[in-house]
């Protein structure tokens, strides 16, 4: 990939995830705040964004939106898709989410 069109695309998932938080937030703020892992502050400030600001703050060449499963216990259980009844599969997907929603508890 060249660097132009990597950027590009950087711009393009800034753009998303901005369009994407500001809907969640403004249609059911606690599943928003769950979802997307953000403090009642970062979700205040993404609400009040203005278009012109959500442009502005894509047009960054860093991504602004963080992988939120940092650990292996967690990515053991969201891919191991498959290897098991459907009934383990749901059970695995479950305990990630709530390891997950435990992790956004502690850092709001």
Known sequence: MQNEQI???IREINLSYLMLAQSL???DRE???FR???SEEAADRLAALSPAQVLKIASSNTLICRM???D???WTLLTNHGKG???NDAASRLHASILMAGRH???A
């Open 72 to 74: 292996d216990l967690v």
């Open 36 to 38: 997307l892992g953000l």
């Open 105 to 107: 508890q502690e850092a």
């Open 31 to 33: 599943q928003a705040l």
């Open 68 to 70: 939120r499963v940092d």
């Open 25 to 27: 937030i403004r249609s």
């Open 85 to 87: 009844t459907a009934g």
């Open 7 to 9: 950027l590009a695309e």
